[in-house]
């Protein structure tokens, strides 16, 4: 059962050595992460699932212990998905870890994290709203109390100078998600279009959509913790619990 949750965004600029000069622009996003990962060890978990999407593929699973790295950014950092000494059963996707799970795992080296064993799931971000409820419920399932970081970014349409420039309905839809992640609202983040995440360059559509099914009936309580479009990308932070 679903016991805890963090959403947090995934770009790699959250690693200040990615972001060199301009770290200091997500540091209130970084400590909103510290914040919710705080909330996860606090739920004395027996599994954490840590779940992000990948563009291109189908996705699949991680074993706890798969290295991540971020050399095609330009530094050369790798990071490990849960234990550094944990080694990979062999079940899992080979590595290397995805973008969106590399952050994933940067933000449990940096809490270092020691509260439970750790699996990855990277979600294609054309996954179904339903094929997302289902592999979401399957994960919210696989322990007796299971907490979830989820790691995702809305529209990328904020701006002219966004990846995606300008779409006057980008605001709309990182206002709509802000409102569900905040309020834990599970049919709310079901009911997010996911034609319209793609136009947007929502990547985040899908793996708040699995959190949905994995959090459906678990009764939890949502807090935003940060909310903001900089370099034109949404960009959120909540906390269930």
């Known amino acids: 059962m679903l016991v805890a949750a963090a959403v947090c965004p995934s770009p790699p600029l959250l690693v200040p050595q990615l972001a060199a000069g301009a770290a200091e622009e997500l540091a209130d996003a970084r400590t909103a992460c510290s914040d919710a990962l705080a909330v996860l060890a606090a739920s004395r978990p027996d599994l954490l699932v840590v779940v992000g999407s990948v563009a291109h593929g ?31 059963t062999g079940e899992g996707a080979p590595g290397p870890l995805p973008a969106s799970l590399a952050v994933g795992a940067w933000l449990l080296e940096r809490a270092r994290w020691s509260a439970a064993p750790v699996a990855g799931v990277a979600v294609a971000e054309g996954l179904a709203p339903d094929a997302c409820a289902v592999l979401g419920a399957d994960l919210g399932g ?16 904020r701006t002219l100078k966004a990846p995606g420039y300008l779409d006057d309905r980008a605001e709309p839809f990182d206002a709509a998600a802000a409102r569900a992640l905040g309020a834990a609202d599970t049919a709310a983040l079901a009911a997010l279009d996911p034609v319209l995440a793609h136009e947007l360059k929502a990547a985040g559509r899908a793996p708040w959509q699995v959190l949905a099914g994995a959090a459906q009936g678990a009764g939890l309580d949502g807090r935003l913790l940060y909310e903001d479009a900089p370099y034109g990308v949404g960009y959120f932070v909540a906390a269930w619990s």
């Open 142 to 157: 696989s322990a007796d109390r299971v907490a979830m970081l989820v790691l995702g970014d809305g529209s990328a349409c």
């Open 58 to 88: 189908q996705g699949g699973g991680y074993d706890e212990g798969t290295h991540g790295s971020f050399a095609s950014f330009g530094v050369d950092l790798t990071v490990t998905l849960g234990s550094a000494g944990a080694r990979p």
